[in-house]
């Protein structure tokens, strides 16, 4: 298995520029997650789905963020219009049980964004 | 919800030493796991002791957990400079982490 897969790797834009990240989980689990990490706020949750609908979105910081699980093979993160509050390193994680919570998350390499 | 707490923040050896990190949380658990996070990379996995366990081994490392102070260790046993990461814990059913432990293995 390829694990799971995130794209871009790198992304630098500029402020007021939509941005989408993207993510395919591993085949078969049901859970998705995004986290977003930086230096002064650690890995915070934003978002988690579960067999695709979104479950717990309270921690999407406002509204310019919007995630979406379209099938179990795809999601997507997407800001607009950016802001360079927005850097930082976004991953994706999912899991085999609804949760995460009896089995292992398993993280994707992360997209690093930098918004000029 | 509730996240661990790791401690201490940094953590700073020689290779061959043993590490120790601890971890606090404040609510009842299903279980807690350990991961692991190089530097740039994401997250993985190290290993998961359940609420009615009190120790687990895997390879280097050994897992403690006393769920009546609400708290677990990990060790790392003879150290290696790969070992160099930053550490977390997580509390299940949390899905959040906290700041995590960040190990430095001089060689």
């Known amino acids: 298995d390829a694990g799971v897969i995130q794209s871009p790797r790198h992304e630098v834009t500029e402020m007021g520029q939509e941005v989408t990240l993207r993510c395919k989980p591993i085949?078969?689990?049901?859970?998705l997650f995004w986290y977003r990490q930086t230096m002064m706020r650690g890995l915070e949750l934003l978002i988690y789905?579960?067999?695709?609908?979104?479950?717990?979105d309270s921690g999407m910081p406002e509204d310019r963020f919007s995630a979406k699980m379209p099938n179990a093979s795809f999601s997507t993160l997407k800001i607009q219009p950016s802001e360079p509050r927005d850097s930082a390193v976004y991953f994706c994680?999912?899991?085999?049980?609804?949760?995460?919570?009896?089995?292992?998350?398993?993280f994707g390499p992360g997209t690093r964004l930098t918004v000029l | 919800s509730q996240q661990g707490e790791e401690d201490p923040q940094a953590l700073s050896i020689q290779e061959g030493e043993n590490a120790t990190m601890n971890c606090s949380y404040k609510t009842s658990i299903n279980n807690l796991q350990w991961y692991r996070q190089n530097s740039g990379r994401g997250l993985v996995h190290l290993i998961l002791?359940?609420?009615?366990?009190r120790e687990k081994h895997s390879g280097r490392l050994r897992v403690t957990l006393d769920t009546s102070k609400k708290s677990s260790s990990l060790l790392i046993t003879a150290s290696r400079a790969a070992d160099t990461a930053s550490y977390f814990c997580a509390p299940k059913p949390s899905k959040v982490f906290g700041k995590g432990t960040k190990l430095t293995v001089n060689p």
């Open positions: 994680a999912s899991s085999s049980d609804p949760a995460g919570v009896r089995h292992e998350q398993f």
């Open positions: 085949s078969g689990h049901n859970s």
């Open positions: 789905f579960n067999n695709n609908v979104p479950i717990d």
């Open positions: 002791i359940r609420s009615n366990e």
